[in-house]
């Protein structure tokens, strides 16, 4: 299996990769194929695919934030079960984000990802039928893996950017420290602010979750 780096969206491995996000993922979570162009550039935002004999079976996009230390995993896409595409994507993302802290002189505290809460989700996707995306399944190997939920109710605009506000989801944060229990509060906010900063059109609840962590310190990390 190999890990191949998209940058850009004439790709012939792109036009795969956007199948399968429409085919995973609901409408709101999935950007235009034409809006991809900026992102799939920028030298910032890593977007990955797995290929197998010439079909592309998974994928992961993440970031590696200098400064702060931390990644966000955008997310992981499994096509097809039986290959361990999870476990090959994970472990090719974390070398590559290992390789991209040590070149800016720091060392990889951990990162952010939004997991699928099935215990909140309104509508029962079926997540492309592949049962390693069913949330239950991945919300299991997600905690496996160390993603720990960060303790507040989580909103995030539409990628729509139609003002709607997205819930079913929890703000997780996976740190290299397995002994870590709190994070502050203030790095969640600049980095959602910074993330989201390309959505202009925030909905109430987004803005009043913002209000509502900026009383806070810290925040405790929970067991997924």
Known sequence: MEFIRITNINDPLFAKLHELLGEIFPPEEVLEFELWKEPLEDPGIRVF???????????????????????????TIIGKPGLSIGRFLAQE?????????????EVLKGGFAEIYNPYMMKEDFDFGGVMPMNPFVRREVLSHLGYKRIDFPYFHPSWKNDGEAVSGLDFCFMPTDDNLNEIPSSLVIDFLKNY?????????????????????????????
Do not use: C
């Open 49 to 75: 695919v797995a290929v197998h004999e010439g079909e592309v079976v998974g994928a992961t996009e993440y970031r590696y934030y200098p400064g702060w230390s931390i990644a966000m995993t955008d997310f």
């Open 93 to 105: 993302r974390q070398k590559d984000l290992i390789r991209l802290a040590e070149e800016q002189g």
């Open 196 to 224: 989201y900063s390309v959505l202009p059109n925030k909905p109430q609840q987004w803005l009043d979750m913002i209000a509502n962590l900026e009383k806070q310190e810290t925040l405790n990390l929970l067991p997924l």
